[in-house]
């Protein structure tokens, strides 16, 4: 049974960070690539960053430059470093495989104040 687990979440002031993780059990966790995706309010989820099984990221232009996808296997962990926070940061963070799989998690909320 596929388990993602996201925490780490929180309410922080722009120009401040947070660090999400991501628990993963159920799958073949060192031979997939994972990914952070988020969601706001009144808009599709979407891709954030990506991490390939090799360790190679991926990031959405939105994020770039502030934002850092890592991963460990021996944890099976995924993490999102966020530095520079913005207010349209504010969303859901969800991990998962990319492509994803039909299972999420509950997420974590993240909201940015200005």
């Known amino acids: 049974q596929v388990q993602l687990v996201e925490s780490g979440g929180g309410l922080v002031q722009a120009g401040g960070s947070l660090r999400l993780s991501c628990a993963a059990s159920?799958?073949?966790?060192?031979?997939?690539?994972m990914g952070w995706y988020r969601q706001a309010p009144g808009k599709q989820r979407e891709l954030v960053a990506r991490v390939g099984s090799g360790g190679s990221t991926n990031y959405a232009d939105s994020v770039k430059g502030r934002f850092t996808i890592s991963r460990d296997s021996v944890k099976r962990t995924v993490y999102l470093q966020m530095n520079s926070l913005k207010p349209e940061d504010t969303a859901v963070y969800y991990c998962?495989?990319?492509?994803?799989?039909?299972?999420w998690g509950q997420g974590t909320q993240v909201t940015v104040s200005s």
């Open positions: 998962n495989t990319f492509p994803s799989l039909g299972t």
């Open positions: 159920g799958i073949i966790y060192n031979i997939l690539d």
